[in-house]
């Protein structure tokens, strides 16, 4: 592959961790209950060993030297980074306030470190509601962060839930997209999940978070936050396959179920309010789907480093076959316009175009991101 390349490439779902979080992650997974979600996927991270594993680990804590050769190598331009899932999700409320807070400086200093190459979602605590939103003001104010990163529930609740609106109500006011990474299901949805580990990236983590967005929507979230942005992986994690359904099925028994009536149709929402991206679904007939289900302005590049092979998601794009277009909004305009990422070379006839930081063609302001 060479490099420079015909598009400029921007990879919106790339992980990255701090020593301090990876120890406190790793401990965790030590000690926690064999039940709680993602203890299953990180013990077998830390305990294993196998070339594969060894380099996760590596790449995971690395943010100045492999990565950037691995970009470079790839043609990829920039990263976007997040703090592993699950996050500080699954540490106690004041830990997880405080290594948050952490991993987002050092997340700053990278950025500054190395300009133009990286950007980044700024790892929360949802357990503390109020400390999120603040440490979200904090983030997108003084650090310049482009959006939110959230690993889906926490302790198995969902960000619907009331006690979590001041989340919702400081992203959408700031215009920071809140990307919904997957982990793996609450503990009261994943015992049928166990058996054969489909509880992780086979399944389970499509069925949490698409689960997570569609209580999103069905909650009556985005017609209270009307302007939040989510952003969702891996194509969607199954949404825009079943949109048909899930708007023919939601005013059936509705009232029966007590499901909040809504402005619009379920499929309005998720197009309106949601953006989706190619993470470990480097497979060109869905893209083509997606592109017709929910639009190409709704799409962007991710390769979800270092757990899936970077040369192999640059490749599925470049080869696709979709108009030119659609590539270059999926591989970076898209990406500068929902996160605010700086055209490359400063403003161009793309930025001008642009109706503000967190503007999108339809004029909507605000999208959240969800994702593994
Ligand atoms: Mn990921």
Same mark, same amino acid.
């Given at each position: 592959m060479s490099y420079p390349s015909p598009y400029r490439r921007i990879a919106t779902e790339e992980a990255f961790s701090v020593p301090e979080v990876y120890q406190a992650l790793r401990e965790w997974a030590a000690t926690a209950d064999p039940a709680e979600p993602d203890r299953d996927f990180w013990d077998f991270v830390f305990t294993q060993d196998s070339p594969g594993l060894r380099r996760v680990r590596r790449q995971l804590l690395d943010l100045d030297g492999e990565r950037l050769e691995v970009m470079d190598a790839n043609g990829v331009d920039v990263h976007l980074l997040s703090l592993t899932a699950p996050g500080v999700q699954t540490f106690p409320a004041a830990a997880a306030v405080s290594l948050a807070r952490l991993a987002n400086d050092r997340l700053a200093s990278v950025i500054a470190r190395h300009r133009g190459r990286f950007a980044g979602l700024a790892a929360v605590a949802p357990q503390d509601p109020p400390a999120a939103a603040a440490e979200i003001s904090r983030c997108v104010t003084e650090l310049g962060l482009n959006g939110v990163v959230i690993n889906s529930h926490t302790g198995g609740e969902y960000l619907d839930e009331e006690r979590f609106w001041p989340i919702l109500e400081a992203a959408e006011a700031l215009g920071a997209p809140i990307y919904i990474h997957p982990r793996s299901p609450a503990a009261s949805m994943a015992a049928a999940f166990r058996k054969y580990g489909l509880e992780t990236g086979i399944w389970g983590f499509a069925a949490e978070t698409g689960l997570h967005a569609l209580r999103l929507i069905c909650g009556g979230v985005f017609d209270r936050f009307p302007g939040l942005r989510i952003v969702l992986g891996h194509l969607g994690e199954g949404l825009p396959y079943w949109l048909y359904r899930i708007d023919y099925m939601h005013p059936v028994r509705a009232s029966y179920h007590q499901r909040p009536s809504l402005s619009l149709k379920p &499929?309005?929402? /998720?197009?309106?309010?949601? %953006?989706? #991206? #190619? &993470?470990?679904?480097n497979w060109a007939p869905v893209l083509r789907f997606c592109i017709e289900a929910v639009g190409a302005d709704n799409i962007m590049f991710a390769i979800d480093y270092p757990y899936q092979v970077t040369e192999d998601a640059v490749r599925f /794009?470049? +080869? %696709? +076959?979709i108009p030119e277009g659609d590539k270059r909004k999926i591989y970076h305009v898209n990406a500068e316009r929902i996160f605010g990422i700086p055209p490359a070379g400063g403003p161009g006839p793309e930025a001008t175009a642009l109706c503000g930081r967190w503007g999108s063609p339809g004029g909507v302001r605000g999208r959240l991101v969800l994702t593994f």
């Open positions: &499929s309005e929402y /998720l197009k309106r309010n949601f %953006a989706i #991206t #190619t &993470s470990g679904m /794009l470049d +080869e %696709a +076959e």
